[in-house]
Structure formats: C-alpha cells, structure tokens
T-cell receptor
Framework: LAKTTQPISMDSYEGQEVNITCSHN???????ITWYQQFPSQGPRFIIQ???TKVTNEVASLFIPADRKSSTLSLPRVSLSDTAVYYC?????????????FGTGTKLQVIP | GAVVSQHPSRVICKSGTSVKIECRSL??????MFWYRQFPKQSLMLMAT?????????EQGVEKDKFLINHASLTLSTLTVTSAHPEDSSFYIC??????????????FGPGTRLTVL
C-alpha cells in the first residue's frame, strides 16, 4: 500500500482557495487517489477521486501530475464549515476489496 | 451517496463487560466492510476487514479473540469488544465498499461509535 505524506495542518481565511498537497511516491499503476473529509466525532466523508490529470466535482478539484507521485486537493472559496481534517488515500480499485491505510491527514482551520 | 449506519452512536460500559457495535449498509449490499479505530487527535487505524460469510481478516496487532467480527449478511457486520478495558475506549468507525465495477469506487463510512469503558 502506497504511503502518503501530507502537511499536518493548514490555516486559511474565509473565501480563499485552499490547496492541500499529498505525496505518494510509491503509488502503483493500479492505484487511485481518493480524498476524504472528517469532522470531529464523525465518520470520514468522500470528497473526490481520480487517477490522473484533473478531476472536478461540485465541491473540489483534484490535480494529479503525469508522474502521479503527488496530488493536490483544491477547495475553492472555503468557509468556516470547511474546517476539518482532510485525508489523502491511495488504493487499488476496482476489483477485489479496497483496503486503504489512512495517513496523518491535514487539519484545515478556516479563519473568519 | 450510499448510507452506512452504526448503532449505538455512543456507549459507556464497565470494565470487563462486552459491547456489540452494529454496522449496516442501508441501501446497498456490501460484501466487504471495514472496521477502524480512532483515538483522540489521531488518524483512523484499520482493525479488520469483514467479509460476508467468511472469517474476518485482522490487521497485525489486533487481537481477534478480543474484537469479534461477524458479517452474517450483505448489509450487516458487527464488532464485539469482549472483556472491555479502559484502554479500549475509542471511536470505532465502520465502512462499506461499493460494489466492484462502479465508476467511482469509494468507501462509505458510518457515523462512528464512541466507546467509553469505565
């Protein structure tokens, strides 16, 4: 399982765009990159998933360079409610079961 | 998205007793469910993989006789913490994986169960 490295914490003001980068140097060919959000005392919530290049949905964008050794989660115009821990995971999908290992995550604090 | 529920959401028990936590996939079938444990200010740690109709696969360092996992149906997995001790106090989270072949493969997480052992 590819190990991931993220900044432990980040601060941002409301309304700004936040970019959280994750390193996964040992990512395998079959691995996808998935980001989750977790609020205190809640289960993680899926944000976005991608394999290469750029993926965008209604809440975030995910940028993955050609070598796939890193990825960047981009949150546009954050609000106070985006204060949470963000986890980057890599795992082999589809087929079989996806056993994933959570890294330390990035604690994002949005400041008024 | 799919919904995974856990019951109870919070439980307090005395040391030495056993506690059962249920994890249900409400609107999809899950052949595989995962159990995690999370201590305060720490990341989630995978405890075991629960496979419907077969024995669970435990991660290294997790005592299978202490954390009993049963996955009797495609929508229900249970985790029983036997002879609980204060050090077992933690936030237990389950997840269920969507079916293989889906365009987006994600794990759907339950809301978690806060266990406090006195």
């Amino acid at each position: 399982l590819a190990k991931t490295t993220q900044p432990i914490s980040m601060d941002s003001y409301e309304g700004q765009e936040v970019n959280i980068t994750c390193s996964h140097n040992n990512i395998a060919t079959n691995d996808y990159i998935t980001w989750y959000q977790q609020f205190p005392s809640q289960g993680p919530r899926f944000i976005i998933q991608g394999y290469k290049t750029k993926v965008t949905n209604e809440v975030a964008s995910l940028f993955i360079p050609a070598d796939r050794k890193s990825s960047t989660l981009s949150l546009p115009r954050v609000s106070l409610s985006d204060t949470a821990v963000y986890y980057c995971l890599v795992g082999d999908i589809p087929g079989g079961y996806q056993k994933v290992t959570f890294g330390t995550g990035t604690k994002l604090q949005v400041i008024p | 998205g799919a919904v995974v529920s856990q019951h109870p959401s919070r439980v307090i028990c005395k040391s030495g007793t056993s506690v059962k936590i249920e994890c249900r996939s409400l609107d999809f079938q899950a052949t595989t469910m995962f159990w995690y444990r999370q201590f305060p200010k720490q990341s989630l740690m995978l405890m075991a993989t629960s496979n419907e109709g077969s024995k669970a696969t435990y991660e290294q360092g997790v005592e299978k006789d202490k954390f009993l996992i049963n996955h009797a149906s495609l929508t229900l997995s249970t985790l029983t913490v036997t002879s609980a001790h204060p050090e077992d106090s933690s936030f237990y989270i389950c997840s269920a994986r969507s079916s293989p072949g889906q365009e987006i493969n994600e794990q759907f997480f339950g809301p978690g169960t806060r266990l406090t052992v006195l």
